[in-house]
C-alpha cells in the first residue's frame, strides 16, 4: 500500500491552501473505487447510435457529474464517489485522479459520495467544487499537486465555476444569504454579498464581458426564481444586482447560457427551456415534447454555440437542441432502446459544449456521453409557410408544417405547449391531420388545427408538433398569440 505523501501545508490570505503530491497503488472496492490508487489509467470501449457515443466507465460506480471541455477536444469530470476529477480522451484513455479528502464511507451500510457539480480549467490548473467540504480544490496534472481552497469559515455549498473576462474564477454558492465568489490568480478568494434579492441564491453565472455579468437565482423552498445582472469590475465585497425581464416569474431556474439571440435558461420543474430577448425584452418559451413516465422531462444544464441551444432533459433521458434560426427542437435518446419508465433513465446532469458536440454526464449509468452537433437526421418537421397565428378565445386557426426525408417505419405525430410547467395541453386543443406518418422521401405537408379554450388566458404561447421514432424526436414550433 502506498500512502499519499504530503508535500507542504501552507495559509495565504483568504484561502487554506493545502499541496499534495500523487502517488499510484491499486486494488479497489465499491466505497473505494480506485482502491489505494491515487492515479488511475484506464482505456474505455465505447457504443455509437444515431448522433450519440457513450463511453462506460469502469466499476465500482463512479458517479461522474460536472463536466468541462479542454482544448484539445478531451474532457474533465468530477467523480464523486472518488471523490475527484478525471480525464477523457477521446481514443477512450481514461485517468482518474483522487483528491486527498476522504469521505465517510458505509453510513448506514452506503457508501457516501461528495457533491461535485462545478468543473473548469483555470489558472492552469483542473478545479472542482466539494459542496459538502466547502471547497474548491485545484488539481495541476503536469506536476502532480492539489491545492484546496477552503471557505467553510465565510460561507458554504459551492455550487457551479465560470472563470470570468478579469481571468478571475468565479463560483456560485446555494447557501443563504445570497452571495458569489470570486478567486484571484494568486489564491485569494472574495465573497461578495448582494445587496438586495438577498433571498435568491445563484445558481448559474454567465458574463456578457468585463462590465457585465447575469446570472439566475432561486427563492427556496418557493422555488420561484428570476434573472438578474450586475456589473462585476470593481466589485469588493458586494454587488448590486438588478432584475431582468421581471414580468416572467421563473420555476428552478439552474443554469443560462448567452447567444446571438439573447440569454436561454433552462428551469429545473417545467418541461421547457426559456429565452429572454435582450433587444425587446420579450420571453418565449420552448415546451419540450413530453414522455410517458413523468410529467415532466426537467431540463438542467443549457449551453448556447451559436444559433444552436443544447440542453439535457433529467428525466426524459434526453439531449436536445434547439436551432434558433429555423425554429426547431430537436430531441436524442440517451438510450437504446430509450428509457420507457423513470427506473431506466440514465440521470444525466451536467453538459458542456466543445469540439463538434455536447458532451455530457450520466451519474447512475455511469458513462460519460457526447452527442455530434454535426450529425443530421434523416427526417425533418419545418413550417410551410408562417407559424404563427393569432386568435382570440373560442377561436380556431391552422398551421401546415412540411415533413421531409425518410424513416423506417411510422412515426408517431405528437403535440405539446407552454400553457401549463408540463407542457401537456390543457385549454389550447391542438390536432394535427394524422396522428402517425410515413416518411418515404417525397415532401409531405401536414396540417395541425389549433383551437383557443374560452378560459384561455390572453398572452403568447408556444406549441409543438413532434415527430418520433423513440430514439430521434424532431419539433416544429408554432407561436400562439391569444387576443
Not at 313 to 331: C, F, K, P, Q
Amino acid at each position: 500500500m502506498i500512502i499519499i505523501a504530503i508535500v507542504l501545508i501552507a495559509i495565504v490570505a483568504g484561502a487554506s491552501l493545502l499541496i499534495y503530491r500523487i502517488e499510484q497503488s491499486a486494488s479497489a472496492n465499491r466505497c473505494q473505487p480506485l482502491g489505494d490508487a491515487k492515479v488511475l489509467r484506464s482505456q474505455l470501449s465505447k457504443t455509437t447510435f444515431d448522433a450519440m457515443t457513450e463511453f462506460g466507465l469502469p466499476t465500482p460506480l463512479r458517479w461522474p457529474n460536472a463536466i468541462t471541455v479542454a482544448p484539445d477536444g478531451s474532457v474533465w469530470f468530477g467523480e464523486e464517489s472518488v471523490p475527484g476529477v478525471a480525464h477523457l480522451f477521446t481514443n477512450g484513455t481514461l485517468v482518474e485522479y483522487a483528491w486527498p479528502i476522504s469521505l465517510p464511507h458505509l453510513e448506514r451500510g452506503v457508501c457516501a459520495t461528495a457533491d461535485i457539480w462545478g468543473i473548469a480549467l483555470w489558472n492552469g490548473m483542473v478545479w472542482g467544487t466539494y459542496m459538502e467540504a466547502n471547497s474548491i480544490i485545484g488539481l495541476n496534472p503536469t506536476k502532480d499537486t492539489f491545492q484546496i481552497i477552503n471557505i467553510s469559515q465565510s460561507a458554504s455549498d459551492p455550487y457551479t465555476l465560470t472563470v470570468g473576462p478579469d481571468g478571475d474564477l468565479w463560483f456560485t454558492m446555494i447557501s443563504s444569504p445570497a452571495q458569489i465568489g470570486r478567486i484571484s490568480a494568486g489564491g485569494t478568494y472574495t465573497l461578495l454579498k448582494f445587496t438586495n434579492y438577498t433571498t435568491f441564491l445563484p445558481t448559474g453565472i454567465q458574463f456578457l464581458n468585463r462590465s457585465s455579468a447575469y446570472y439566475v437565482g432561486v427563492n427556496f423552498p418557493q422555488d420561484n426564481g428570476g434573472l438578474f445582472d450586475f456589473d462585476p469590475q470593481g466589485s469588493s465585497s458586494s454587488v448590486t444586482p438588478h432584475e431582468v425581464g421581471e414580468n416572467l416569474d421563473l420555476q428552478s431556474p439552474n443554469a443560462l447560457a448567452l447567444s446571438p439571440t439573447g440569454i436561454w435558461i433552462s428551469e429545473h420543474g417545467p418541461a421547457r427551456v426559456v429565452s429572454f430577448n435582450l433587444t425587446s425584452g420579450v420571453w418565449t418559451a420552448y415546451p419540450t415534447s413530453t414522455v410517458s413516465y413523468y410529467d415532466t422531462t426537467l431540463p438542467y444544464f443549457i449551453v448556447a454555440n451559436g444559433s444552436q441551444i443544447w440542453f439535457n432533459e433529467h428525466y426524459g433521458n434526453r439531449i436536445a437542441v434547439i436551432d434558433s434560426s429555423s425554429e426547431t427542437l430537436t430531441e436524442y435518446s440517451e438510450a437504446n432502446p430509450p428509457a420507457t419508465n423513470g427506473t431506466q433513465i440514465g440521470n444525466a446532469l451536467t453538459i458542456a459544449s466543445g469540439g463538434t458536440g455536447i458532451w455530457f454526464t450520466a451519474i447512475t449509468a455511469n458513462d460519460i456521453g457526447f452527442a455530434n452537433a454535426a450529425y443530421s437526421p434523416s427526417f425533418s418537421i419545418s413550417p410551410a409557410e408562417s407559424n404563427e397565428l393569432t386568435l382570440a378565445a373560442g377561436q380556431q386557426g391552422s398551421v401546415e408544417l412540411r415533413v421531409a426525408g425518410t424513416a423506417t417505419g411510422a412515426l408517431a405525430v405528437l403535440t405539446s405547449d407552454s400553457e401549463n410547467f408540463t407542457s401537456i395541453p390543457a385549454a389550447i386543443g391542438i390536432a394535427p391531420s394524422t396522428n402517425s406518418i410515413v416518411a418515404n422521401g417525397t415532401a409531405q405537408t401536414l396540417e395541425v388545427v389549433v383551437s383557443v379554450g374560452s378560459a384561455l388566458s390572453p398572452g403568447e404561447y408556444t406549441l409543438d408538433v413532434t415527430l418520433t421514432n423513440g430514439l430521434i424526436s424532431r419539433t416544429a414550433f408554432i407561436f400562439l398569440t391569444v387576443s
